[in-house]
């Protein structure tokens, strides 16, 4: 089991920044990937960015530039910093992490966990 909640989300201008922060806690040796998502209301839930175990990092193409994803491993946290916000970024985001599962000795398929998510909004 790993536990993930997120912070750091509010209010910024058009143009502005924040920094979304999540921690993770329990079975954190597990986590093969974590990342980012965002659900706008009255839409589906889309990936924003991940970061696996070996530091590479992936965007949606709407974010590339202007939102790095980075983590410390000792501290179980991985950030997600938005620059040049745009009236089309507000959304919860939520945090997500694949966990390695095993039946017995097998391993499973991962199974992701999710955060309660964090509040944007940009105001133009």
């Known amino acids: 089991q790993v536990q993930l909640v997120e912070s750091g989300g509010g209010n910024v201008q058009a143009g502005g920044s924040l920094r979304l922060s999540c921690a993770a806690s329990?079975?954190?040796?597990?986590?093969?990937?974590t990342g980012w998502y965002r659900q706008a209301p009255g839409k589906q839930r889309d990936f924003v960015a991940a970061?696996?175990?070996?530091?590479?990092?992936s965007y949606v193409d709407s974010v590339k530039g202007r939102f790095t994803i980075s983590r410390d491993s000792g501290q179980n946290m991985v950030y997600l910093q938005m620059n040049s916000l745009k009236p089309e970024d507000p959304a919860v985001y939520s945090c997500?992490?694949?966990?390695?599962?095993?039946?017995?000795?097998?391993?499973?398929?991962?199974?992701?966990?999710w955060g309660r998510g964090t509040q944007v909004t940009v105001s133009s």
């Open positions: 329990g079975s954190t040796n597990l986590i093969t990937a």
């Open positions: 997500n992490a694949d966990v390695l599962t095993f039946q017995g000795d097998t391993a499973l398929p991962p199974t992701a966990f």
């Open positions: 970061i696996n175990r070996s530091g590479t990092s």
